[in-house]
């Protein structure tokens, strides 16, 4: 069955950095199109970053745009959110997803994607 295992989640202080990973099994990995949400106390889930599948193409929010990178290593199965000038607003739990079809297009809804790791605490302080 379809597993993803998000890791490297942590505390820190504003202007640091930190790089999550995103472990999928269960499924072929390099032909899905990849995403990272995240969902901060009392607020909806909200999109954060995509990669297509053959990393040939990112997105982002305008929230994180130039300071936070995905990347995916297809040997690894593994999913990255290198994660730059860290902000207090940027406190969440962090989930990674798989699209839930195959797609050239990268998508930005919540909706979009069927399968969700158990998420990673991200604590930025000021």
């Known amino acids: 069955q379809v597993q993803l295992v998000e890791s490297g989640g942590g505390l820190v202080q504003a202007g640091g950095s930190l790089r999550l990973s995103c472990a999928a099994s269960?499924?072929?990995?390099?032909?899905?199109?990849m995403g990272w949400f995240r969902q901060a106390p009392g607020k909806e889930r909200e999109f954060v970053a995509a990669?297509?599948?053959?990393?040939?193409?990112?997105s982002y929010s305008d929230s994180v745009k130039g300071r936070f990178t995905i990347s995916k290593d297809n040997a690894r199965n593994t999913v990255y959110l290198q994660m730059n000038s860290l902000k207090p607003e940027d406190t969440a739990i962090y989930y990674c997803?798989?699209?839930?079809?195959?797609?050239?297009?990268?998508?930005?809804?919540?909706?979009?994607?069927?399968?969700w790791g158990q998420g990673t605490q991200v604590t930025v302080s000021s």
């Open positions: 997803g798989r699209s839930k079809g195959l797609s050239t297009e990268i998508r930005t809804s919540r909706s979009e994607y069927a399968y």
């Open positions: 269960g499924y072929t990995f390099n032909v899905y199109n």
């Open positions: 990669i297509k599948w053959s990393g040939s193409s990112t």
